[in-house]
């Protein structure tokens, strides 16, 4: 008797399953900031400055 593997399927997605992955995207819990800058007048050191005057509530992870 030869055996053959059968590919299993994934099960479908729910339809709310895409609205809960693009959550991360648009509702982060906290965000880091790659090449983060205290000088206000460099992009990054801006972004920062924005995220914290903004009311950003989650973590603020500056990284340069």
Known sequence: V???RI???P???HPTDS???LSALF???SVAVIGASQDTNRIRG???KLLIDGGFK???YPVN
Request: proline content about 24%; overall charge positive; charged content about 25%.
């Open 58 to 60: 989650g973590a603020i």
């Open 46 to 48: 801006r972004l920062l």
């Open 11 to 13: 099960p479908p997605p």
């Open 19 to 21: 609205v809960k992955s």
């Open 2 to 4: 030869a055996w053959r």
């Open 7 to 9: 590919p299993l399927r």
């Open 27 to 29: 509702a982060p819990r």
